[in-house]
Every structure is written in structure tokens, then in C-alpha cells.
């Protein structure tokens, strides 16, 4: 049974960092594109980063660029968001979530993991 677990969000200040992390089980996230979505409070779905099979492909949307990086451990079989310089822009719901392949979109999601960056 696939399942994804994040953990790692937390109330933080401006500028500080945090490590997002989403285990997973029941798959080899290795074997597909893994990303992070987000939710910011009233808002919808935003994509914030993802990465290929091959882990070579890491790509993220404009707003996190220089300051995320996406990552895993095969070993761990474990996703993870490393978020610096984090703004008050940030706050939101980080969902994990795995790449549904051909039959398009993304097929599996975590519970989520609040992230909230005070200013």
C-alpha cells in the first residue's frame, strides 16, 4: 500500500530555514518523479519543485528558485525539501506527492505538513 509521511514543518521567523521530509513506503520513489506542492492559506494548489526518476532533473517554480532545493535518499527511500531564506510568502500546507505517469497528474499525496513563516 503506497503512503507518503511529510514531516519537518514548524512556525519559524523570516530568514530562517527548514528541512521538509516525506517518507515513503509501498514504492521506490527512485522509479518516479517526486514533488512538492504547497497551499497557501485561501488559496489553491501552487507546485513548488519536482524531480525525475534519474534525480539529474530538479526543476522549481520562480518563486523559491536559488533559495529550495529538492532532494532524496534512495536508501531512505525519503523525499526532501530544503527551504532557506524562508518569507512570510511561504507559509502554507507542503504536500508530497508522487507522479501518477501516464495516466497524468499525481496519483498519491501525503497528509501534508504545516509550514509557517512569521515576519
Known amino acids: 500500500q503506497v503512503q507518503l509521511v511529510e514531516s519537518g514543518g514548524d512556525l519559524v521567523q523570516t530568514g530562517e530555514s527548514l528541512r521538509l521530509s516525506c517518507a515513503a513506503s509501498g514504492f521506490t520513489i527512485s522509479r518516479y518523479v517526486m514533488a512538492w506542492v504547497r497551499q497557501a492559506p485561501g488559496k489553491g494548489l501552487e507546485w513548488v519543485s519536482d524531480i525525475n526518476s534519474g534525480g539529474e532533473r530538479r526543476i522549481y517554480t520562480d518563486s523559491v528558485k536559488g533559495r529550495f532545493t529538492i532532494s532524496r535518499d534512495n536508501a531512505k527511500n525519503t523525499l526532501y525539501l530544503q527551504m532557506n531564506s524562508l518569507e512570510p510568502e511561504d507559509t502554507g500546507v507542503y504536500y508530497c506527492?508522487?507522479?501518477?505517469?501516464?495516466?497524468?497528474?499525481?496519483?498519491?499525496w501525503g497528509q501534508g505538513t504545516q509550514v509557517t513563516v512569521s515576519s
Open positions: 506527492a508522487k507522479d501518477g505517469g501516464l495516466a497524468g497528474g499525481y496519483d498519491y
